[in-house]
C-alpha cells in the first residue's frame, strides 16, 4: 500500500498537478511565469513551462486569449484578458503586436479609441492612450520606441464596429513604459489601413483600403516620398476616390518588398457587377513599382498575412465569401526570382471568415484564427492539413449590458500573434 501511495504521489507531482494535500498543505506550481502556476498552492511542486504562446484577439469577447503551446499541442488552458472598458458598447480589440526586444505587447481598440501596452512577461497592462478614429493595425519600431497607428476600414456596421473618416497615420512614443502622441502623417486617400516599417526603421508602407493608393513615407519628416495607384498604376484615379475595387487589407515589409493582400471580391459600377480576384501584389520598396501579382478567386478574399522569412514563404488567411461555403481556409506561396509558386492551398467547411494567421517560432505549423466561427487551428506547414482546432473560450466572470451584447455574435476572432 505504501508503494502505491508513493507511485501515485510521485506521478502527481512530476506531472504537474495542482492541489495536492500534503500534510494540510497545497503543492503546486508557484512560479507565476509557469503554465501551470497555482495561486493558492502553499507547497513547490512541478511547473511547466509554454515553449510557445499564441495571443489572439478576441473581438466579440472583449478580451485577448493567450494560449500555450507544449510539445506541439495547444493547451486547453486559456489565459485571458480582460479589454472591456466600456459596458454599453464594444471596445473590439483587433490587431496585436509584439515588440519582443523591449518585452511588450500592444492590442488596438477599434471601438473604444484605444492602445493598450502590456509587459510581455507578466501581461501586466503598463499603459493606455486615447488616439480615437478608430484604430486597426499597428507596427512598431523597436529601436526608436515608436508605435504608428492605421484606421479601421468600412465593415458595413458588423458587431457596430467603428469606422473612421481620418486620413491619418497616427505616431505613438512608448519610451519609459508610457505611451504618448508625438505625431500623425496626413495622407491623401482614406481609409489608410495596411501599414508596415522598414527594417532599418527609417520608412513606412500604408496602402488605402478604399482608394487603392499605396504610399511611401520618410518617418522622420513625415514626408511622401512615393505613391501608387495599384489597380492601374497609368491611368491612376485621384487619391481621395473611394473606388473600393482591390481592397488592400494587409501590407509587409520583407527583403526590400512589400507584400500586399487585396480582398477584392464583389465590384459595383453603376448598373454593372464584376468578380474581382483576391490578389497578392508584391512592390519594390524603392519606388512602389509593381514586380508582380498573384491572383486567387473572387471569392477568396485574402486577409492577414505571415512572412516564413527563412524560406522566402507567404501564408495567407482566406476570409472567403459568406455566399460560397467552404471558401474560407489558408494558401501557402513562396515568392522567388520575382516569381509566385503555389504550394498548397486548403478550404473547407471548418473554415469560417478566416482572419489573423501566425507562424510557430518552432513546430512546423501555422496558427489560424477564424472570425466567423471563434476557432484558431493550427495548421501543417507542409501540406495543409488541420492539426488541432481549439475553441477560444470566454471569460463568464464578466457581465455586460444588454446594448453590448446585441453587438457581441460570438468571439469573432481578430489578429493574433506568436511569442
Not at 94 to 103: E, G, M, P, S
Not at 263 to 277: C, L, M, R, V, W
Request: charged letters at 15%; aromatic letters at 10%.
Amino acid at each position: 500500500m505504501k508503494i502505491n501511495i508513493f507511485i501515485i504521489t510521485y506521478i502527481i507531482f512530476f506531472l504537474g498537478c495542482k492541489n495536492i494535500i500534503n500534510n494540510n498543505l497545497i503543492v503546486g506550481c508557484l512560479d507565476e511565469t509557469a503554465f501551470n502556476y497555482d495561486p493558492i498552492a502553499e507547497i513547490e511542486g512541478s511547473c511547466l513551462y509554454a515553449e510557445e504562446k499564441i495571443y489572439v484577439s478576441t473581438q466579440g469577447y472583449d478580451q485577448v486569449n493567450i494560449l500555450n503551446v507544449i510539445e506541439g499541442e495547444v493547451q486547453d488552458k486559456q489565459n485571458i484578458i480582460t479589454v472591456d472598458y466600456n459596458e454599453n458598447f464594444m471596445d473590439t480589440p483587433h490587431y496585436i503586436d509584439i515588440d519582443k526586444i523591449n518585452n511588450l505587447w500592444f492590442v488596438t481598440l477599434i471601438n473604444s479609441g484605444k492602445i493598450l501596452m502590456y509587459d510581455l512577461n507578466t501581461n501586466i497592462i503598463l499603459d493606455s492612450v486615447f488616439v480615437g478614429d478608430s484604430p486597426a493595425l499597428i507596427a512598431h519600431d523597436a529601436t526608436k520606441k515608436r508605435l504608428y497607428v492605421s484606421r479601421m476600414m468600412p465593415m458595413n456596421g458588423m458587431m457596430g464596429m467603428s469606422e473612421s473618416d481620418s486620413k491619418k497615420i497616427q505616431v505613438l512614443d512608448y519610451s519609459n513604459q508610457m505611451l504618448a502622441k508625438i505625431s500623425d502623417y496626413e495622407l491623401p486617400a482614406p481609409a489608410p489601413h495596411g501599414l508596415d516599417i522598414s527594417d532599418n526603421g527609417n520608412f513606412l508602407f500604408v496602402a488605402s483600403n478604399t482608394s487603392d493608393w499605396v504610399y511611401k513615407i520618410d518617418t522622420e519628416s513625415g514626408e511622401i516620398l512615393n505613391e501608387i495607384f495599384i489597380t492601374d498604376p497609368n491611368s491612376p484615379l485621384p487619391p481621395n476616390t473611394e473606388i473600393n475595387y482591390n481592397k488592400p487589407i494587409q501590407l509587409k515589409y520583407f527583403d526590400n518588398q512589400i507584400f500586399i493582400t487585396c480582398s477584392a471580391g464583389k465590384f459595383y459600377n453603376g448598373q454593372t457587377e464584376e468578380d474581382i480576384p483576391g490578389k497578392i501584389m508584391v512592390l519594390n520598396s524603392i519606388d512602389l513599382s509593381i514586380i508582380s501579382t498573384y491572383s486567387f478567386e473572387w471569392y477568396s478574399t485574402p486577409w492577414h498575412i505571415a512572412i516564413d522569412e527563412d524560406n522566402n514563404g507567404l501564408f495567407v488567411a482566406l476570409s472567403g465569401d459568406m455566399t460560397n461555403l467552404g471558401s474560407a481556409g489558408i494558401s501557402h506561396l513562396s515568392f522567388q526570382n520575382n516569381e509566385f509558386i503555389h504550394h498548397w492551398t486548403t478550404t473547407g467547411p471548418e473554415f469560417s471568415s478566416c482572419h489573423g494567421i501566425a507562424i510557430s517560432k518552432i513546430y512546423n505549423q501555422v496558427y489560424l484564427s477564424g472570425r466567423g466561427n471563434g476557432i484558431l487551428h493550427s495548421i501543417n506547414k507542409n501540406d495543409g492539413t488541420i492539426l488541432q482546432s481549439t475553441t477560444i473560450l470566454m471569460d463568464n466572470n464578466i457581465h455586460h449590458s444588454q446594448n453590448h451584447d446585441e453587438y457581441s455574435h460570438g468571439a469573432m476572432l481578430g489578429g493574433i500573434a506568436v511569442y
